[in-house]
């Protein structure tokens, strides 16, 4: 026995010249709560298939709790997917669909009922078992399609974008919903969405996908905070992106030039000076007022917009030397909002702001 | 006293709403107009002097306008037309499930698995409808006579020694009928299947389910519309078919229609061919409400 669950060694997936994924490699812990994160046609939809089954990679290893898949078919899986489109079957009632793949399975017909009773608790309704497909909301399909793959105990549950088709305040529910049914079975769930704050409030690690390469794969906090790639800085919440080259250092302190410019910033590892490297700062995460001036990074500037969206206010700010940045200050009764023209003192200490690598073109 | 202008105003909003219904009415009746009188001139009136002529009787290969039974009594109390009805019933059913075994695949095939080719195997499918039935059903002849190609390869082979009688046979006719059927069988099963979405048969196989399961579970039942379809029309078909049993069939191998045309131009008794055709399609008739309810054809497709 192994304690991972989900593993891809090299992964690589082309049709002809096209190559939606390409030698991705992850794990995933058994019990844990992994998302895909990534733009429309980054290659999740195409990862999961590999994963249960109904693609095969063109090059590469997936195994599951330790066993290695290659030429499984969908059927001899321990995997179940949840569609984006729910997928269940119109002409069975809501039992019937979750009682699908235990009558596949050929289970005797008491034990089928209880597990399906147990399945319609789970995801809370219990009343409906008698019901066809087209008498449910859109949020009760989704939990039925839910139960009908939970309930043939898979050692992976596979999502793909299940809430996507569900709107925001529905999408939030079953978000808790989804998290609680996770810590009440305890299966490992893959999760693909393309919504990052889906993901950042679900996952115990996210894998964050681009044009079918993994750019980081982390926990939510390092990931929004110790972003790996100009990509996920810019992909997962905000970020002003100061992009240039390493121009002096003394061990892994550093500075860049950026549009006139000069911005210090605290490195991982030493890197050698001309070095292409980008500077992520969170604009929740800059000084406002004189106190900044005692930052390591600190400018004055000159408000050119500013947008009162009444928790926080948002600026845009430009230095003398024409370096733009946006800064979120909370509204917390001490913060003087400032007007557009206005010459303010902003700033942030060397280590909140993050080098992430850049794509060198 | 308030609620009388309430009152008048509801009422000449109500005045307006049948103004629009019935304009909308005239309309609606402006539109089928040309439909319906073809229909009335080229299927009722047909139909109806069929009827009148049914309770005709003949005598002396002569007409008489009269009101008598006698020609119903004579479909039922013969031996003969029962036996041919029940041919022809026969027949209609081998025809259709061979239609439904051959076309199933082929409509399967073209709505998931050819890509590119798809247009190219539909114009194949429609293409034999650009040559007359009757050529087509000729072709046949040549294919299975006595001297024909067949015949003549398998001797050539060496395979036979004397050529096999296969034209003329229940087994040419219903090759025929087969042949110029399967495409009514393959279209409706083909709007079918494209129309079942892929990954409701991928949830059955994600569940454990094997191909077979897959097809039996998930792919028949949800096509059953289209199965229903297809068999319906190809029953009605075959069943109602003159031109191929009468080019590839022996005698015994008339149908209802073989029957019907011989009634009235073989023996002219015009009377008794208008009774088995209006007793034939009171059969239909009653086949396709029968069917209608038990595949609920009518109704709403589930979505
Ligand atoms: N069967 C296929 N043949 C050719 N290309 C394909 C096939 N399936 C997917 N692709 C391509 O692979 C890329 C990745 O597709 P995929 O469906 O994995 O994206 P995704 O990340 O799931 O996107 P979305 O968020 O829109 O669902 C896309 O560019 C898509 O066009
Ligand atoms: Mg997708």
Not at chain 1, 225 to 238: D, K, L, M, N, Y
Not at chain 1, 281 to 294: F, H, N, T
Not at chain 2, 66 to 93: C, H, I, P, Q, R
């Amino acid at each position: 026995m192994t304690d991972i669950d989900v593993e891809l060694l090299n992964i690589t997936k082309s049709w002809g010249d096209f190559t939606a994924v390409k030698n991705v490699s992850f794990k995933v812990k058994k019990g844990e709560f992994c998302s895909l994160l990534g733009p429309s046609g980054c290659g999740k939809t195409t990862i999961m298939r590999m994963i249960s089954g109904f693609e095969t990679p063109t090059e590469g290893i997936v195994r599951i709790a330790g066993e290695d898949m290659s030429g499984k078919k969908p059927f001899q899986r321990p995997t179940n997917l949840v569609f984006q489109h729910h997928a269940l079957f119109p002409h069975l009632t809501v039992a019937e669909n979750i009682a699908f793949g235990l009558k596949i399975k050929k289970q005797p017909r008491e034990e089928i009922q209880k597990r399906v009773n147990r399945m319609l608790e789970l995801v809370q309704l219990p009343e409906l078992g008698d019901r066809t497909i087209r008498q449910l909301s859109g949020g009760q399909r989704q939990r039925i399609a839910i139960a009908r793959a939970l309930v043939n105990e898979p050692a992976v549950l596979l999502l793909d974008e299940p809430l996507s088709a569900l709107d925001l305040k529905l999408r939030e529910q079953m978000q808790l919903e989804l998290k609680r049914i996770q810590h009440e079975i305890g299966t490992t769930f893959v999760f693909v969405t393309h919504d990052q704050k889906e993901a950042i409030t679900m996952s115990d690690v996210i894998a964050v996908i681009n044009e079918g390469v993994i750019e980081q794969m982390a926990s939510p906090s390092d990931i929004y905070e110790r972003p790996a790639t100009e990509f996920v800085a810019g992909f997962i919440g905000e970020t002003n992106l100061f992009k240039g080259k390493i121009k002096k250092g003394s061990g892994t302190s550093a500075s860049l030039m950026c549009d006139g410019e000069e911005i210090h910033v605290q490195l991982d590892e030493k890197l050698p000076e001309g070095t292409s490297i980008g500077v992520s700062i969170r604009p929740e995460k800059i000084i406002w007022g004189a106190v900044a001036d005692e930052a390591t990074n600190a400018y004055e500037a000159t408000v050119r917009e500013t947008i009162y969206q009444g928790n926080v206010v948002h600026y845009r700010v430009v230095t003398a030397n024409g370096l733009e940045l946006g800064v979120d200050i909370t509204n917390n009764g001490g913060h003087q909002v400032a007007a557009v023209g206005e010459t303010v003192n902003i700033g942030w200490p060397i280590e909140r702001g993050v080098p992430v690598m850049v794509r060198v073109t | 006293m308030t609620s009388v202008p309430t009152k008048n105003v509801a009422s000449s909003a109500e005045q307006g709403a049948i103004l629009f219904r019935r304009r909308r009415r005239n309309r609606i009746l402006g539109l089928t107009l040309p439909g319906s009188m073809w229909l009335l001139i080229f299927f009722a009136l047909p139909m109806f002097f069929v009827l009148r002529t049914s309770f005709n009787s003949f005598a002396d290969a002569q007409i008489i306008q009269d009101f008598t039974f006698d020609n119903f009594k004579l479909v039922f109390s013969e031996y003969l037309y029962a036996k041919v009805l029940l041919k022809s019933l026969l027949t209609g059913l081998v025809v259709t499930v061979i239609c439904l075994v051959l076309g199933y695949p082929v409509a399967h095939f073209i709505a998931r698995k050819a890509r590119g080719n798809r247009e190219i195997l539909f114009l194949g499918l429609i293409i034999p409808f650009w040559t007359s039935l009757v050529v087509r059903t000729y072709a046949w002849k040549i294919l299975l006579g006595t001297n024909g190609v067949l015949n003549y390869h398998l001797m050539d082979f060496g395979i036979i020694d004397a050529p096999l009688k296969m034209l003329f046979t229940t087994s040419a006719v219903i090759i025929g009928l087969v042949h110029i059927f399967l495409p009514f069988m393959i279209l409706p099963l083909y709007a079918s299947i494209e129309n079942l979405d892929t990954s409701l048969e991928e949830a059955a196989q994600d569940m454990g389910a094997t191909r077979i399961q897959t097809f039996m579970k998930v792919v028949v039942p949800l096509t059953m519309p289209g199965i229903a379809t297809g068999c319906m029309l190809t029953f009605l078909m075959t069943v109602n078919s003159f031109l191929t049993p009468n080019i590839l069939g022996g005698p015994s191998d008339a149908m209802i229609s073989n029957v019907i045309q011989s009634e009235f131009f073989g023996t002219f008794n015009w009377p008794f061919g208008s009774a088995l055709s209006i007793v034939f399609l009171l059969f239909a008739l009653g086949f396709v409400f029968v069917y209608n309810q038990v595949f609920d054809l009518d109704s709403e497709e589930d979505k």
